[in-house]
């Protein structure tokens, strides 16, 4: 642009925050500890390159989900409120998966944003009645920035490692990146925040990204991480 520097792109990172009742205690401190700590890494990325500005959105969910940030915020100077757990909450991530989709609705998301990034974090398996988890992952789905956005898991403790965070990940490539104690939480994060920071820049080969992160993975397939925008 004459005169002036190349507008920003937005780039939406919605956070699901398990806050289910064995999240209680050690689990949760550390959660919003990495929460927290990921913030300067993602404003880091954002100041060192002139085409994306990050917008932090973040969803706490039990039995029922909540908004824990409503509207996009943008990461510089972000000031992380502690998540609470729920006392005796459930695990489902369905209604969370759901509200998500809200948010990325046509109307609510700019066409020209980035593909966005969702970070589903969880120390259990879904506990959602039957067809709940997989009618909240098909409302996600069927938003085109919920199809093209950048979905991370991770699995608080081995035992959280599931199918469901797979077919939320949707590609078998992917890996669910496994936190095996509270301290790894933070690593974990860093090493999302890392991926979805590189894979959003023009002409990444979003495959080495994967692979240069977390680890040599068998079928990469050609192209997978090929789109930048939501359409």
């Known amino acids: 642009m004459p005169g002036g520097g190349i507008s920003r792109r937005p780039l939406h990172v919605i956070i699901l925050a398990d806050c289910s009742g064995g999240m209680k205690g050690e689990k949760i401190q550390a959660l919003?500890?990495?929460?927290?700590?990921m913030m300067p890494h993602l404003e880091a990325w954002e100041r060192d390159q002139e085409q994306a500005q990050v917008f932090i959105r973040a969803i706490a969910f039990a039995t029922e989900?909540?908004?824990?940030?409503?509207?996009?915020?943008?990461?510089?100077?972000?000031?992380?409120?502690p998540l609470t757990p729920v006392s005796k909450g459930l695990t489902n991530m369905?209604?969370?998966?759901?509200?998500?989709?809200?948010?990325?609705?046509?109307?609510?998301?700019?066409?020209?944003?980035?593909?966005?990034?969702?970070?589903?974090i969880t120390d259990g398996l879904a506990t959602d009645p039957p067809g709940g988890f997989e009618a909240g992952l098909a409302t996600l789905?069927?938003?085109?920035?919920g199809r093209a956005a950048l979905r991370l898991s991770i699995a608080i403790g081995r035992d959280a490692q599931s199918d469901a965070l797979?077919?939320?990940i949707g590609d078998p490539s992917v890996p669910v990146l496994v936190a095996d104690s509270t301290e790894d939480i933070a690593d974990r994060l860093v090493a999302a925040s890392l991926a979805l920071?590189?894979?959003?820049?023009?002409?990444?080969?979003?495959?080495?990204?994967m692979r240069r992160l977390f680890g040599p993975a068998e079928g990469f397939p050609s192209g997978v991480f090929d789109q930048d925008t939501i359409v």
């Open 32 to 37: 919003n500890f990495a929460i927290a700590d």
């Open 141 to 145: 789905l069927a938003q085109p920035a």
């Open 166 to 168: 797979t077919r939320f």
């Open 94 to 120: 369905g209604p969370a998966f759901a509200l998500a989709a809200e948010a990325l609705a046509p109307g609510q998301i700019e066409r020209r944003a980035l593909r966005p990034a969702i970070l589903l």
């Open 197 to 209: 920071s590189r894979m959003s820049e023009t002409g990444a080969d979003r495959g080495a990204v």
């Open 65 to 81: 989900p909540r908004w824990h940030i409503r509207e996009p915020v943008p990461v510089a100077g972000i000031r992380w409120k």
